[in-house]
């Protein structure tokens, strides 16, 4: 221990311990990394969306000068015998197995010394396809004869999926839901009662380091080096493919460069791992930018949401009808489909709720988490439902979130009550920085101005532990052994800053050890917004944990009370020398309960509720629906910000990304064929399209009881309710309302013509 | 991508005889920028790149002809140059004013006009606003030169008349004080992205009355296109709602505008008669 007592850690807004690294360019990535005889593996992909494969032909590819070997599933299978996995359903194999169910799907891989000559050979192979009709729309899906898979198999691993075991003869993967009440009675009650559907399209995490994965095999044990946000569930699933203990699987992470949810579960590990099998070398792939738009993407939602109210404006029933497009293999979808089933009722006070939540095949590119996890597809339905609702009551659309809004200590949809979570002063908080009390230019001309608000919610994947080791080595220095992946969020500093609060020691001089499951122990994932809270709690566990072993030992050596001997001095009395450690360990799960298999209720569903509002300004150009979103405010609930710059940059983050879902993004698809897969033509925002006036903040003095220091996540909770604020600033501005994302100067302008009853005619 | 030769000759015969082949992955380069992507989507894997980087002559600088009636610009130069050219700002403000969102600066510094208007991708900013200007290029081949005007060097998606061998020397551009001219770029997705639609516009005012214009349509078609009916409602009528309306209507009736993702055939027809009118009205001062 030092002997100045450093500043206090939480709540200071320490800059990012790696910084200097990354801007000076020597963080480590696995992109850079190069092992003795690696190949380099380059993905023949399927170019139709569904078929069987009657041939593969890998001749000439295997024939060209410095190519070491074409691979296909026969291959594979010599070395893993049952070669599927996927964290729901063991539904995806590791390369094209008899059929293909995407386009773009990876049936071969060549492997070579250069990563030229592998692409080269690519080119060189050819697949003789019988197609089979496909199935694109989740709506179709849902009853449609062509199947994407003959039979479900859900993984062992998720106990509440197991009866869905064997089940043939649909493309419903899930279906989830949640009875409260009497929904029926509740409609039959009401005075009035409203139904709206919306619609949210494909989009993707665009990561600016693409996918990368190494593994090497040897003798019964194999490492991964592998851009993950889950080195412990790419190690568990691994093991199990291999039929191998877990500690003959090592997962190395480093830094990434970014993930946003597309980094979880099994990417490129199964693949590179079976290709070092058969090959007997280390193997690496690097997706292309373009290639990324084929590995895992979010869900397309189509969303039927029914209300019925009392005439003075109270919601008494809600019926939401949500089915979600989960491509050709499950990933996490079925999770996705329960945890924004879950809340996609909207943070409103309704006695009676039902929810069904279906999770579809289809043979577009999987759906998997990406930031939000489904949370603000469902806030573009209930939020926009919400102002339709509004407006048709005549009641003022502030008021009515008011009048309905779900406060401390009520029960949510599921039953379980609503703690901790900041809806009310959030909405505040927006109203303010929005001047929403101030009289509104309303524009002139061609130029039609409005502005909107929304608010949501999220809950967050239950129940998941997080495991921490504190070292305090004999000078007293201190490292931090997590599985917390920091993938540009921040996350080793904010832990530093919690182990340093706990060990009184400045946070900067912690070191973070990063993820090697050799080394740290285990975390269900970077991801859901779970770090800060449960990660948090286990390190502040561990800190704790060592704190008392420090007091145990001073005991031991006699020491009086209050002799704040350091702690190098009381190991060097103890072992007469410069020696041993002080090793602190935390193990943190939350209060979980179940949720009941028929209802979906549970009195504790949620570790922590993520809450999120936005407002935003929008100046339209009605003669071509040019819309620019002038103003945009996202405020969120994340209990105590630990570091604030890093929690505002992870809220204006989350905008901006949310943004490009909103405005611009959307996977074009044309008969299963993605027709605009690359950054020239999948346009993400750039800064020209970030809104003049910008302002992203957390609500002042909220505290979480259960997380560490009062904190809770931070990195999801403005994406929930952007969309709905920015299509209501559009209906304000124009009296026409937008019911499918994205929001373009098209869509706007064939709204506008066809309220005016001249329709632009249908795109050829 | 297999490796290939790339040599940097360094006159204008050196690279005529380098580019003398059969071979169709024998190209010219400018500043490579529309050949690096298509080398990187493996679209074209050249066999011989011949960098026109130090071959001088002609195909460098600009300078105002002796009469000053014509810019003469040399193929090689770079957009960046253009942007910072005070002497183009004065004569052809319409080039500084496309600059602004044109691609980006990166681009902007290794980007050649002789290669863009070679490339013959009916999305790119500048081929409009050539064309509308009058501008002519000056084209050297084995057999000699010739001087064609800028929209004769388009004839179909990324088609041009030049032939293999052929490079484009120069654009002549006259310098025409009286006119007064804009570039409309009219994105629909991202601020930043390729062009829905490109318009350019020039016209010779007479107060009130147009005494002569020039319109052409890019991006939304399959090549830069000179929008002769919507010309002819215009030429000789005085500014009015009516005359923009009519000649809004007989450009939409004079193109074939597809449907693609940055927008629909019936969407993209609105966006050409709303910025058409808007254009004209700029440039008249209106």
Redesign the interface.
């Known amino acids: 221990m030092t002997a100045t007592t450093p500043a206090p850690s939480i709540g200071r807004s320490l800059p990012r311990l790696e910084a200097r690294d990354k801007v000076t360019g020597r963080v480590e990535y696995v992109h850079h990394l190069r092992l003795p005889g690696m190949l380099y593996g380059k993905i023949f992909r399927s170019n139709v969306p569904h078929a069987r494969i009657k041939s593969i032909d890998t001749a000439a590819a295997a024939a060209l000068p410095g190519v070491y070997q074409v691979v296909t599933i026969e291959d594979i299978r010599k070395v893993i015998p049952h070669p599927y996995y996927g964290p729901a359903f063991h539904d995806q194999p590791i390369l094209a197995d008899g059929k293909v169910r995407f386009a773009g799907e990876p049936v071969a891989v060549v492997l070579a010394f250069d990563r ?1 000559i592998a ?2 050979a690519v ?1 060189l192979i050819t697949a003789e396809y019988e197609e089979l009709p496909g199935i694109f729309d989740e709506i179709e899906a849902m009853t449609s004869d062509v199947l994407v898979h003959d039979e479900l198999k859900p993984a062992s691993t998720f106990p509440d999926l197991q009866h869905l075991k064997g089940r043939k003869g649909t493309n419903i993967a899930l279906d989830y839901q949640l009875r409260r009440g009497d929904t029926e009675a509740g409609f039959a009650k009401a005075d009035h009662v409203f139904e709206h559907t919306f619609c949210s399209q494909q989009v993707m995490h665009i990561p600016m380091e693409p996918f990368v994965s190494v593994a090497d095999y040897q003798d019964g044990h194999l490492t991964l080096h592998t851009a993950s946000q889950g080195p412990s569930f790419v190690r568990i699933e691994i093991a199990r493919l291999l039929g191998l203990p877990e500690n003959r699987v090592r997962v190395k992470v480093p830094f990434l460069g970014g993930g946003f949810g597309g980094k979880l579960y099994i990417k490129l590990e199964a693949l590179v791992t079976a290709l070092s099998m058969v090959a007997q070398r280390p193997v690496k792939i690097s997706l292309t930018m ?1 290639e990324q738009f084929y590995m895992v993407t979010r869900h397309p939602c189509h969303f039927t949401i029914k209300s019925g109210l009392t005439k003075e404006g109270k919601l008494i029933a809600r019926h939401c009808e949500v089915i979600w497009n989960g491509g050709a293999y499950a990933d996490i979808g079925p999770r996705v489909t329960q945890k924004a089933g879950f809340t996609s009722a909207g943070p409103y006070d309704i006695e009676n709720v039902s929810i069904n939540s279906y999770a579809v095949y289809t043979n577009r590119p999987p759906c998997g988490a990406l930031r939000g996890f489904g949370a603000p597809q469902t806030a573009w339905a209930y939020e926009s439902h919400t102002d339709m609702i509004a407006e048709a009551m005549g009641i003022d659309k502030v008021e009515f979130r008011r009048m309905n809004m779900l406060r401390e200590g009520r029960p949510q949809a599921s039953g379980t009550p609503l703690r901790d979570a900041e809806i009310e002063r959030s909405l505040d908080h927006i109203l303010d920085r929005m001047n929403w009390s101030l009289p509104f230019d309303r524009g002139s001309g061609t130029i039609k101005r409005g502005r909107g608000i929304a608010i949501g919610f999220k809950g967050i994947t239950a129940p998941t532990t997080s495991v921490a080791i504190v070292n305090l080595f004999a000078d007293g220095s201190c490292a931090l052994y997590i599985g917390t992946v920091d993938m540009g969020q921040g996350s080793d500093t904010v832990m530093a800053q919690i182990a340093g609060e706990v060990l009184n020691l400045d946070a900067a001089s912690i070191k973070v050890i990063h993820p090697d499951t050799d080394v740290t122990p285990y975390d269900m994932g970077t991801l859901g917004s779970r770090s800060t809270f449960h990660m948090g709690n286990a390190v502040k566990l561990a800190a704790q944990d060592a704190m008392g072993k420090i007091a145990d030992l001073a005991r031991e050596l006699g020491l009086p009370e209050g002799a704040n001997l350091p702690l190098a001095d009381m190991l060097r009395k103890k072992y007469g020398m410069q020696a041993g450690n002080i090793i602190g360990t935390g193990s943190f799960i939350p209060d979980y309960e179940k949720p009941d298999t028929t209802t979906g209720l549970t009195k504790k569903g949620t570790p922590f509720w993520g809450v999120g509002a936005a407002g935003a300004e929008v100046e339209i150009d009605i ?2 629906g ?1 819309i620019k979103v002038t103003k945009l405010v996202n405020v969120a609930d994340v209990g105590t910000a630990i570091n604030p710059k890093a929690v505002q940059q992870q809220l204006s983050g989350a905008a901006i990304m949310q943004l490009g879902f909103t ?2 993004e959307n996977m ?1 698809f044309r008969d299963g064929q993605l ?2 897969g ?1 950054l ?2 999948y ?4 800064l ?2 970030i809104p003049r006036e910008f302002i992203n903040e957390h609500v002042p003095n909220a505290y979480d009881k259960d997380g560490p220091f009062g904190a809770k996540g931070a990195g999801e909770s403005t994406t929930i309710a952007l969309s709905p604020a920015i299509g209501n600033a559009v209906a304000d501005a124009l009296g026409v309302r937008i019911h499918d994302l994205p929001i ?3 869509s706007i ?2 709204a506008l013509q066809a309220a005016k009853g001249t329709p ?5 | ?2 490796s290939f030769e790339l040599i940097e000759p360094q006159s204008v015969e050196e690279a005529l005889v380098a580019l003398d082949s059969d071979d169709p992955a024998v190209r010219p380069m400018g500043g490579g920028t529309a050949l690096m992507l298509m080398m990187k ?2 679209l074209f894997a050249p066999t011989r790149l011949v960098s026109l980087r130090g071959i001088g002559g002609g195909f460098s600088g600009f300078s105002l002809s002796g009469d000053g009636e014509t810019f003469c610009i040399g193929a090689m130069t770079t957009f960046s140059e253009l942007e910072q050219s005070v002497e183009i700002a004065r004569h052809l403000p319409v080039i500084t004013q496309t600059m602004k969102t044109l691609a980006n600066v990166r681009v902007r510094n290794v980007a050649t006009v002789g290669g863009n208007l070679a490339h013959g991708d009916p999305h790119l900013d500048l081929p409009p606003v050539w064309t509308t200007l009058g501008a002519r290029v000056r084209i050297i081949g084995q057999s000699g030169e010739r001087v064609i005007p800028v929209e004769e060097l388009f004839v179909g998606y990324y088609e041009t008349s030049l032939e293999p061998g052929e490079l484009i020397a120069q654009v002549l551009v006259p310098v025409r004080p009286d006119w007064r001219s804009f570039y409309a770029k009219v994105t ?7 062009p829905a639609l490109g318009l350019a516009v020039s016209v010779l005012p007479e107060g009130e009355r147009i005494a002569d214009v020039s319109i052409v349509l890019s991006a939304a078609v399959d090549r830069p296109t000179r929008l002769v009916n919507a010309e002819n409602v215009l030429r000789g009528s005085v500014l009015c709602d009516e005359v923009l309306t009519r000649a809004g209507e007989a450009a939409v009736a004079e193109t074939d505008i ?2 693609d ?1 940055r ?5 993209k027809k ?2 050409l008669r ?2 058409l009118g808007r254009a004209i009205r700029k440039v008249m001062g209106a």
């Open positions: 030229k692409e080269d080119a373009e003669e071509t040019a405005m611009t074009v027709t605009n690359s020239a033509d346009k993400i925002p750039t020209l399209d373009t100067p098209e302008f064939r632009l005619e249908d795109c050829a | 991508m297999a989507a493996q629909t997705r991202a601020e930043h992205d390729w597809e449907t993702n927008g629909s055939s019936a969407y609105q966006l709303v910025h």
